[in-house]
């Protein structure tokens, strides 16, 4: 201060040297880990589950779409079905189809309504019959008036009349309408005309023979999502499954049909699945007669003893393919008397099961993960600190390879790739120990840094090998990971 005020030229101040002072910058860019979870796919698809049991090995689970068929499968509701009346005594068929025999049906929620064209100046006094129904030891009749309104002809409808809970039963799939019209005299009469209509036929319950009804399970696809970072080596399951369940409240016999059961790799390349199961098709179990209500499980896999489901899994599999279709009395036996109620359902549901016990031969997995140092300006030189650890029962080899926006290729993490010794396998338990840190160092010059700017995105790449840990095949537990932590001191000057 005593020198700034003693001297003369004050505007020269500006311009007194000064030394530059060098200060660091410490910056986290990565941490990350790569854990089991992370092979369920990118952005964790939601038809994936991991399924660990109690020695804590892990199972992955890719659920198809569950197909569901209800009772309308095999009886459709028949909406506003109307027929005329021809005569006092008329017969109509019932709308079943003509491979279907009902010995018995139940109507559900069903209305009708008659109407009528009189042509007598009086009313008419008219009770219709129809014999095939019954409930409660009764047969089915209504009472009714049709009112002469003062001048012919006389349109009448009537109210509507229910026969919901009421019994059919007709060996020939038929029902007879039968109207008494009675003048005040007594004397029987007929319409000019008479039209009875149905809302809708539905039914509740139905037993009988349904002939060979065909249930479409349409086509669908799993994804499998384990794969998407594959990019290259080998990968082998020992025990792959595709597993279909099968939930039957249809009192009937039913067998499958499979049109496809294929896998489609990331190449677009389809094959096919080979097995037994697809040759000689499934049987389901159903309810009997007197289980109406029941509801019959069946189960079967897709697995290494009768497919060649191991061989299609070796290569980089996306996606299952099926189309499963359901086919009704299959043996056309109509000596079995089935049924269908209104709670009868058909479910079908299609998982793939990949145990994480197998070999991996220089498997090349990679990830991205985003970077941005556009905002450091004057970097004089940068050192990048790494910390890595394996915890897998397999040798990996490491890089990050640093991208622009377009994908152009700036620069490596490290020189060499890096190598990460397999974790110790404790023989007593069949898991490895706790890895060890290992921590690197990497200098960037002021040079090689002006590059790393444009730098947007590292993209991990794993090259991961248990052929050199183990002549066998080995299980995956759910504490496995490989630790992968990169943060940057920045030197720059002030």
């Known amino acids: 201060m005593f020198w700034v005020q003693s001297c003369e030229n004050y505007e020269d101040l500006s311009s007194i040297d000064r030394p530059e002072e060098e200060i660091e910058i410490a910056v986290p860019l990565i941490n990350t880990e790569f854990l089991i979870s992370d092979f369920t796919g990118e952005g964790g698809p939601e038809n994936v589950s991991i399924r660990v049991d109690s020695e804590d090995r892990v199972t992955l689970i890719y659920n198809g779409d569950v197909v569901r068929q209800n009772v309308n499968a095999v009886f459709q509701p028949v909406p506003f079905f109307e027929f005329p009346v021809l005569d006092t005594f008329f017969t109509i068929p019932v709308p079943f189809a003509s491979d279907q025999r009902v010995d018995k049906a139940i109507f559900g ?3 009708f309504k008659l109407n009528f064209i009189s042509d007598f100046e009086e009313d008419v006094e008219v009770k219709v019959t129809i014999p095939q129904l019954s409930k409660n030891g009764e047969q089915f009749s209504v009472d009714l008036t049709v009112p002469y309104n003062g001048s012919i002809p006389v349109e009448y409808t ?45 039914f509740d319950y139905v037993e009988g023979y349904f002939g060979s009804e065909v249930f479409d399970i349409n086509g669908d696809f799993i994804a499998i999502g384990i794969l998407d970072n594959w990019v290259s080596g080998g990968l082998s399951f020992e025990d792959p499954k595709v597993k279909v369940f099968v ?8 067998r499958s049909i499979f049109n496809k059961m294929q896998v489609v790799t990331t190449t677009g390349e389809v094959l096919d699945m080979e097995s037994e199961i697809i040759d000689n098709n499934v049987d389901f179990a159903y309810p009997a007669l007197d289980e109406p209500g029941v509801v019959k499980i069946t189960e079967f896999s897709f ?33 079995i008397t ?8 058909f479910l079908v549901s299609v998982d793939v099961e990949l ?9 090349v997995l ?3 993960v985003e970077l941005d140092l556009g905002d450091l300006d004057d970097i004089t030189r940068a050192e990048f600190k790494t910390i890595v650890a394996n915890d897998f029962p397999a040798d990996v080899s490491l890089q990050g390879y640093i991208y622009d926006d377009n994908n152009g290729l700036l620069d490596s993490l490290f020189e060499e790739r890096l190598l990460l010794s397999s974790a110790t396998l404790d023989p007593s338990t069949g898991k490895t120990l706790p890895a060890d840190e290992v921590t690197i160092f990497t200098e960037f010059t002021e040079d090689r840094f002006v590059n790393l700017k444009n730098g947007k995105k590292v993209v991990v790449d794993l090259k991961i090998n248990t052929e050199q840990t183990s002549s066998g095949a080995l299980w995956i537990y759910n504490d496995y990971g490989i630790l992968f932590k990169v943060g940057a001191k920045f030197i720059t000057k002030l």
Do not use: C, H
């Open 247 to 254: 939930e039957n409240a249809f009192g009937f016999p039913v």
């Open 338 to 345: 089935g049924f269908v109620n209104e709670d009868s359902y």
């Open 355 to 363: 145990p994480l016990e197998g070999t991996v031969n220089n498997l």
């Open 109 to 111: 929620n069903t209305n």
């Open 366 to 368: 990679q990830d991205e």
């Open 303 to 335: 697995d290494k003893d009768n497919s060649n489901i191991v061989d299609l899994f070796k290569e980089k599999v996306s996606r299952v393919t099926y189309d499963i279709d359901a086919g009704a009395n299959p043996d056309m036996d109509e000596s």
């Open 158 to 202: 009537s109210d509507l009349f229910s026969v919901q809970g009421w019994t059919l039963e007709s060996e020939e799939n038929i029902i007879d309408i039968i109207y008494d019209a009675r003048l005040a005299d007594g004397s029987k009469q007929k319409f000019t005309a008479v039209i009875m209509a149905f809302d809708v036929i539905v």
